[in-house]
């Protein structure tokens, strides 16, 4: 038998910042497509490690980019599956109502509807995109809402998360259910109508007033 | 011919006489000196052999007295046995491996003594001697003159094959430490840095992929991912199912504190058990998707019979995890040319994430407090 030293070990050093070792971990290749074209010799792929495939990044067919993360967004306290409910329930609505329009619709009215709830999700987030962002900077101790350009995927995530704000608003007290509202809601921002989209619009107009404070950018 | 510690002082002396008499420009006092140094350095070697001899001896006594201890035959006694007794006879709580006692052969563990080459008249072989760092300056000329070789060969006539570049993924160059310790010589930093200078100058020419060995020598791979090796546990081997007679796998993989064994055979019609279950007891749609996804990639679906136990802590997603990895181990075992679909997807790869512990003075792993003057 072997008696193996036991020692209760006291951690001093600082957490890091990952797990995955950046000198030699890649990001996986999740699209299906991508992965049937052969890499490249001198791709870093070849040599180092890829890390785990994430659980939500499944290469299904249904995989969407918005959805998933719009189930991200709208997640509280890491209850994503409670989160994709919601999300996928208001989608299942959406699909409900163009079903209905498309029944009632005349002939030449029908191939006008659009009865995919994903493009129409897509679409209504499209249309939410904020141009510019507001930052606070201070400067001489007072703070000023200076206007920052953005990058996509986050004017992506703004928009989101202005969407999910106003929904949760309108769910407040057990007026409405929140997918209800998100349907509602993604269903108005594709005709470019809506709260989130006065939202963003009033994001527009303060950001224009406080274009004067530009200068303080950087 | 290697002078040994066995070869007398006094044999060593008269040589070099011998070799200053031949000597006709070097004045007295600088011979004396060198003769001194080289009556100094056949002494070391001396010195250095007798100590060998010593710490053999003693490494061969210990080594019996282990064996005593141990219950064990001294003559059929490996190092294994040995790092195994040392380890239960002095139990160690330190984590550092170089504060650990060690029993092994002394030229495993003592600085090796490099012996210099002399021929018949005692003089020192190779003119790079006088360098006093023959071996860097070899290698420093070795790369110049394959630099050169490079550069001039062929010229316009060169294939396409003959003009690639050195690929310089997945391999780094031998830091100064490293080098030093190939070459058996201290180099310093400014020595190193001429060297990585022509060592760069060599791998930028067009060509140089013909010197891919050379170069390979003096480079080493990067730590973790070099070649077929995975990150976790390996591809389990096929075996044939006696009663089925059927390919199958078993591959065993965990997620944070849940264990997953997988047993998969090919030429299936797509069952998969998981504890017992079939898939669709499994709630989430993330948590079948999982499960499903080493079929998807590889393109599977329905081909293969799947039995999955866990135990554990399990969990809503760490369960499907855990099956998906040894699922996917399973596939590339019984399916090779998946093996790098399903690499590229990270599904090979064991995910070493795990919960951080939360901090004192802290609410959380990471969050803090706020601060508050008052």
Not at chain 1, 54 to 65: A, G, L, M, Q, W
Not at chain 1, 185 to 209: P, R, V
Not at chain 2, 339 to 368: C, F, H, I, M, Y
Request: include cysteine; glycine fraction near 6%; hydrophobic fraction near 35%.
């Amino acid at each position: 038998m072997i008696i193996r030293p036991c020692a209760r070990l006291i951690s001093t050093s600082a957490p890091s910042s990952s797990r995955y070792d950046a000198k030699v971990f890649r990001e996986p290749i999740s699209d299906r497509e991508q992965l049937r074209k052969p890499l490249s010799a001198d791709d870093e792929r070849n040599f180092l490690f890829i890390k785990a495939l994430k659980s939500d990044e499944t290469p299904t067919f249904y995989r969407n980019h918005v959805v998933d993360k719009l189930v991200r967004v709208c997640m509280t306290d890491g209850r994503k599956e409670m989160s994709r409910k919601n999300v996928l329930a208001a989608l299942e609505i959406i699909k409900r109502k163009q079903y209905q329009a498309w029944n009632k619709a005349s002939d030449d009215e029908k191939p006008k509807i659009e009865l995919s709830a994903f493009k129409i999700a897509e679409v209504g987030i499209d249309n939410c995109k904020p141009l510019m962002k507001l930052q606070g900077v201070t400067r001489g101790g007072t703070t000023y809402q200076v206007p920052f350009p953005i990058e996509d995927s986050e004017a992506e995530f703004r928009a989101m998360k202005m969407m999910r704000d106003i929904c949760r608003q309108k769910a407040k007290h057990g007026e409405t259910f929140f997918k209800d509202a998100l349907a509602a809601e993604l269903m108005l921002a594709s005709q470019n109508e809506g709260a989130t989209i006065q939202a963003k619009q009033e994001l527009h107009k303060t950001c224009e007033a406080n274009r004067a404070y530009a200068h303080y950018r950087g | 011919m290697l002078i040994r510690g066995v070869v007398s002082t006094a044999s060593s002396v008269r040589t070099f006489s011998s070799l200053s008499s031949l000597s006709t420009g070097d004045s007295p006092s600088s011979s004396g000196r060198a003769a001194r140094a080289l009556e100094m350095y056949m002494r070391g070697v001396k010195e250095h052999d007798k100590m060998m001899g010593r710490e053999g001896a003693n490494f061969e006594r210990g080594k019996r007295h282990l064996a005593n201890m141990m219950g064990m035959e001294a003559s059929t006694m490996t190092q294994n046995d040995i790092d195994t007794a040392i380890r239960y006879l002095f139990p160690s709580g330190l984590s550092d491996k170089k504060a650990l006692p060690i029993l092994a052969p002394p030229d495993q563990v003592l600085p090796r003594l490099h012996k210099l080459a002399f021929d018949e008249e005692g003089k020192p072989m190779g003119a790079r001697f006088y360098t006093l760092k023959p071996a860097f300056y070899q290698l420093l000329s070795e790369v110049a003159i394959r630099s050169e070789k490079v550069d001039r060969y062929g010229g316009e006539k060169k294939t396409i094959k003959e003009k690639n570049h050195f690929q310089t993924g997945g391999s780094v160059w031998l830091n100064e430490e490293k080098m030093a310790k190939k070459l058996g010589e201290k180099i310093s930093t400014h020595m190193y840095t001429q060297l990585m200078m022509a060592m760069e100058h060599l791998i930028s020419l067009p060509g140089s992929a013909t010197q891919n060995d050379f170069i390979m020598q003096w480079r080493e791979p990067i730590a973790a991912g070099s070649g077929n090796k995975l990150f976790g546990p390996p591809i389990p081997p096929v075996e044939i199912d006696a009663t089925t007679n059927r390919r199958t796998a078993t591959a065993k993989a965990d997620v944070k504190a849940t264990y997953a064994e997988v047993k998969v055979s090919d030429a299936g019609k797509g069952e998969f058990i998981v504890d017992g279950m079939s898939l669709d007891t499994f709630q989430s749609l993330q948590a079948r998707e999982t499960l499903l996804c080493p079929l998807i990639v590889s393109d599977l679906l329905g081909r293969l019979s799947i039995t999955a136990t866990t135990k554990g802590m399990g969990g809503e997603t760490a369960v499907p995890r855990a099956v998906r990895h040894a699922l996917s181990l399973s596939i590339a075992a019984l399916y090779p040319e998946k093996k790098e679909v399903l690499t590229l997807s990270g599904l090979l790869t064991r995910d070493p994430r795990k919960r951080e512990r939360s901090k004192v003075n802290q609410p959380g792993a990471r969050a803090k407090w706020i601060w508050k003057r008052r």
